[in-house]
Every structure is written in structure tokens, then in C-alpha cells.
């Protein structure tokens, strides 16, 4: 079946220059020795915002600087044909961005930042399901001070196909779902889900079709985890196995570490989280492919929180460290989108692309910074997946990046993290609240 089209809206390789003549109002303190940051909106999209670095005047753009993707948007066929809309009331579509000096967020209420001057780049999304295309890339005046001088905002817009196999679950992952895949109207079933608890001797369930485990692997699970008993509350030895349709394992994720709630709270703690290891088939045995911790967060986010590992394949040995694919927080109430984009910062506080992956220079319209680390082959958008929040049906729907998709057995491995992603939210609930009965072992419901 064919994937989907999709969009993405790429603004990237921000700079300012102010004129060296300009002199600030005293109560403005000057954007060399300040901050700035822009936000960025493109009509009815959720707002972002990124930091915009500052360089001197004098300077062109310099090469050796590293950037990084400042926003994207992901535009879907609806997306477009709604953005392509014509209507009297609103005007040609453009993407608009507010340039600020100061510090982000408020202060007493009030916010910290002082507007510097507005930008609006026109764009034609005709076509871009099938070509890139680049709406700006240089220098822009934005402002003017007293004296009649305008800064220099530098940016790239520029828009890539971005098409993506899109997978939705017919039920919850604890119940056994089907997982179809979409195109458009169409709906045709894949896979299939079998959720399990493992046996508290840590080995794992076996499926019908994977060889059995040589002595020297049968443990192999011990080294990322323990299933161990442990005092106090604890969620542990959960499994879900993704089949093709001739019922062969193609995927699993299997929880490792027990979810434990901390000594004297209802809580699993970001300091001791419950871990998963997502699994995929090969030499008749299961193989780590990622590794993904999750613990509730404290404080007024009160979410769950998470961390995506991808575990390098060294050829059986475990002695690599894993490398971060995405890092971040899911609200507990609303839910949200788990997302492994390697170009954008914004899905979490220490992702590669708001860390240190490479970039270009922006005389180019470039790749703004994807990844590209030893092991990992992966770069751009990768994979999202919806998350409900807690008490909620969640079925969730998953949308892959059609470049990283070879087989059937990677498009599987995504649909198993994402049982995991959905799981941990129920996995990561207070204790002092009870699980439905598909997420209790038989001993726990006699309890």
C-alpha cells in the first residue's frame, strides 16, 4: 500500500544584526549583550518559539557557527487542502514570525521581551507533496530604530516532502489490538498485538516461530534490567509482541526494569523510572533495538516522562552506550504525541537535534542539523504516535517516516514502541489508583 503524503515546513538558520549606529532606549537593553528569540505561527498551528543568535554587524553569516532547525510544522493532505482553501476573509497564505529582544517568558505577569519588528514570508504549497521547495533563505530587514536604521533578521523556509506510512490501532495495546494501516479512506489490517506477562523467573515468552535461546543469550535480559522481587508497590513483567498476519513475531517490547513506586509516595520517580526494551527478531532469537525509560513527573507538569535510547547494534556486545533519540513529557490528563524528530529541538530538553548534531551553513538551504552519530542511521522527522491521557481509550496512531522503513520488521518495531509509550502511561499511574483487569496479574486481582 502507499504511504501517505505529507508535508514539512522547515524554518531554520536564525541570526540578527543590529546596526552598530542604532542606540537603544534606556530601558532596552541591547540585543549584542541580551538574548533574542522570535515566534513563529503559521495560521491555525500552535505557536512555536526559538532563540535567535546574535552576531555582529560587521560580520556575514559565519560558517563555522553551528545552527539548528529553530520550528517545523507537519502538514498532512487535510492540512494542505485546508491551508490551499481560498476565503474572502482571510489574505495570500504567509508564515509570520515576531523577532523579540530580552529574555523569554514573564516577569510579574508581564512579558520580558520587547518587540523588535515583525516578518512575513509568502508561501505556495502547491506541489510540495512531490518537490522541495525554498521560500526564503538570506537576510530580511525587520524594525527600525529612531534614526531610520533597520536590523538584519537572517532565515531559511523551505518545505520537503515528507511522506509517511500512517498505522492506527483498532483498540488498546493491553487488549489484543489489530493495528491497520491507512491511506486516505482505506483500512488494511498488518499486524496483530498479544499482550503477556512474563514469568517472575525473567525469562521471556517465547513465540511460536523464534527458535529457542541458547544458554549463553537466555539471560541477556539481566543486563538492561532487573525482574527480581522487590518490596513495596511495583508493575512489572509486561510484554506485548507484534505478529504479522501469518501470525509470525515481527516486533516486541518487553518491560525490563519494574515500574516502582519510590519509598514513602504513589509515584515512580525520575530517579528509579521502569524501563522497556523494544525488540526485533533476528538469528532466531530477540534483539535490542531501543530502550525506553519512563517515570511520573513532579511539580505542576505532573506528566509522564520519558527517554528514548537507541541501542547500537556492536555485534552482541553490550558495552556501547545507548544514544538518545528523544527526551521529554506527555501530560497525564491530556496526553499528547510522542515524537522522534532528529531535526527539531522541540520535543525534548536533551534530543540530538537540540544537542549536538552537525550542521550546514545557512548560505544553503541545508539539513539544519540532522542527525548524523556513529550507529545511527536515522535523521529528520523518524516517528510519532498519540498518547492518550490516563483513564482514557487510547488506540494509538502511528505515523513513520517512509525513508526509514525497509521491511516489514521496522515499521514493527515502531508500532511496538509505541505500545510501550501507551503503556507506560498506565504503568506510570499513582499507585494509589487501581488498573483496569487486562493490566493485572492474576494474583494481583485476587489481592
Not at 93 to 112: D, E, M, P, Q
Not at 121 to 144: A, Q, R
Not at 274 to 298: F, N
Not at 428 to 447: A, I, P, T, W
Amino acid at each position: 500500500m502507499d504511504p501517505c503524503p505529507f508535508v514539512r515546513l522547515l524554518v531554520g538558520n536564525l541570526a540578527l544584526k543590529i546596526p552598530v549606529a542604532s542606540k537603544p532606549a534606556r530601558s532596552l537593553v541591547h540585543p549584542s549583550s541580551s538574548p533574542c528569540f522570535c515566534k513563529i505561527k503559521l495560521k491555525n498551528f500552535p505557536l512555536q518559539t526559538a532563540v535567535v543568535p546574535f552576531i555582529p554587524p560587521e560580520n556575514q553569516f559565519p560558517d563555522g557557527q553551528v545552527q539548528t532547525l529553530a520550528a517545523s510544522f507537519h502538514l498532512s493532505k487535510a492540512d494542505l487542502e485546508k491551508l490551499a482553501a481560498k476565503s474572502i476573509f482571510a489574505g495570500k497564505l504567509c508564515l509570520k514570525i515576531a523577532v523579540y529582544t530580552g529574555r523569554r517568558g514573564t516577569t510579574c505577569g508581564v512579558n520580558s521581551g520587547r518587540l523588535l519588528g515583525r516578518v512575513s514570508v509568502p508561501l505556495d504549497l502547491t506541489g510540495t507533496e512531490t518537490k522541495s521547495c525554498v521560500f526564503h533563505n538570506g537576510w530580511i530587514s525587520v524594525g527600525k530604530d529612531t534614526k531610520g536604521s533597520s536590523a538584519q533578521f537572517h532565515l531559511n523556509v523551505k518545505s520537503e516532502p515528507d511522506p509517511r506510512f500512517v498505522f492506527q490501532f483498532d483498540g488498546e495495546p493491553e487488549c489484543n489490538p489489530q493495528v491497520f494501516q491507512i491511506q486516505g479512506s482505506i483500512r488494511q489490517p498488518v499486524f496483530t498485538c498479544k499482550f503477556s506477562f512474563r514469568n517472575t523467573g525473567g525469562q521471556n515468552q517465547r513465540s511460536r516461530s523464534l527458535q529457542s535461546e541458547t544458554s549463553s543469550s537466555r539471560n541477556w535480559l539481566s543486563s538492561f534490567g532487573s525482574e527480581t522481587e522487590r518490596p513495596g508497590k511495583e508493575r512489572k513483567g509486561w510484554s506485548i509482541t507484534v505478529h504479522d498476519l501469518s501470525g509470525s513475531p515481527v516486533a516486541a517490547a518487553s518491560m525490563v526494569t519494574p515500574f516502582v513506586a519510590s519509598p514513602g509516595s504513589d509515584r515512580v520517580s525520575r530517579s528509579n523510572p521502569g524501563s522497556w526494551l523494544i525488540l526485533r527478531p533476528g538469528d532466531g532469537t530477540w534483539k535490542p533495538w531501543g530502550r525506553l525509560e519512563a517515570w511520573r513527573e513532579r511539580g505542576s507538569s505532573d506528566g509522564l516522562g520519558y527517554r528514548l535510547e537507541l541501542i547500537p547494534d556492536t555485534n552482541g556486545g553490550m558495552g556501547a552506550a545507548g544514544i538518545v533519540l528523544s527526551e521529554s513529557t506527555l501530560g497525564s490528563n491530556k496526553g499528547g504525541k510522542f515524537v522522534i524528530d532528529l531535526g527539531n529541538g522541540s520535543n525534548g530538553r536533551a534530543t540530538p537535534g537540540s544537542a549536538t548534531s552537525p550542521a550546514c551553513s545557512p548560505r544553503s538551504s541545508g539539513d539544519f542539523g540532522y542527525g548524523l552519530w556513529p550507529y545511527c542511521s536515522y535523521r529528520g522527522f523518524v516517528m510519532s504516535a498519540t498518547v492518550e491521557g490516563e483513564g482514557k481509550c487510547s488506540k494509538p496512531s502511528v505515523e513513520i517516516s517512509v525513508q526509514h522503513v525497509n521491511c516489514t520488521e521496522d515499521a514493527a518495531a515502531f508500532v511496538a514502541l509505541a505500545a510501550a509509550v501507551d503503556l507506560s502511561m498506565d504503568a506510570c499511574r499513582l499507585f494509589s489508583h487501581k488498573l483496569r483487569k487486562e493490566l493485572c496479574q492474576h494474583q494481583d486481582l485476587l489481592g
